[in-house]
């Protein structure tokens, strides 16, 4: 018994350890870019489309990261940006459907899937998931 505890709190400092890796290096890149204009520059880009999700311009660089690096990523983002409750679970929400889309698309070509029609579906479902909840919310 003891074994097995020892094992599962190696195992849990292990992967505490990795993602903190990854979380705290974008917390402070975002923290910084947030006391410069270039988050204003991004969300003003972004601002038009991610309203009707009922997101602020700001969620693009969360859903970026999320999509493209990892949602490890887009969890260190979260806290630097100001978010509503709402618009958080909104950003989770999306990001359960379609997350780290590279690293995913090359597991369905390797398993003979198609590509096109797995984003197409996964990025579909997480617009269509964000539209609903922001009407019924």
């Not at 601002?47 to 493209?68: C, D, K, S, T």
Request: hydrophobic share 55%.
């Amino acid at each position: 018994m003891i074994e097995i505890v020892q094992g599962g709190v190696k195992k849990g400092i292990i992967t505490t350890w990795q993602l903190t890796k990854a979380v705290i290096p974008i917390y402070i890149v975002i923290t910084f870019l947030n006391h410069t204009p270039i988050i204003s520059i991004i969300a003003g880009y972004f601002e038009p489309l991610l309203q009707f999700l009922g997101l602020p311009g700001e969620a693009a660089l969360v859903l970026v990261m999320g999509n493209l690096i990892s949602p490890y990523a887009a969890v260190g983002s979260i806290p630097a940006l100001n978010f509503s409750i709402k618009e958080i679970t909104i950003l989770t929400l999306m990001l359960s459907f379609s997350h780290s889309l590279l690293l995913e698309s090359a597991v369905v070509k390797k398993m003979g899937g198609s590509l096109s029609k797995i984003n197409i579906l996964r990025v579909g479902m997480a617009v269509f998931s964000a539209l609903i909840l922001n009407i019924l919310w």
